[in-house]
């Protein structure tokens, strides 16, 4: 048991009515305060980008499949 002439007098904690709940951090704001602004929409991927994305996507696919069917 502690000893109140070596701590102190003890207080419980006490609630300060309703508490409100936190916002949600919002990905790419900094939490020092600044505000993070407005994000831009990414750039439209043109069609060449789009085909280079699918080739390599159905090359590692393809590359997972064949490891799979090792084991």
Known sequence: ??????FGKINPKKTQGPIKPKKPKVPGQRSSGESGGYKFLPVAKSQEERDLMEAKARELNYKTSRLERRC
């Not at 048991?1 to 070596?6: G, K, W």
């Open 1 to 6: 048991m502690l000893n109140e002439q070596q």
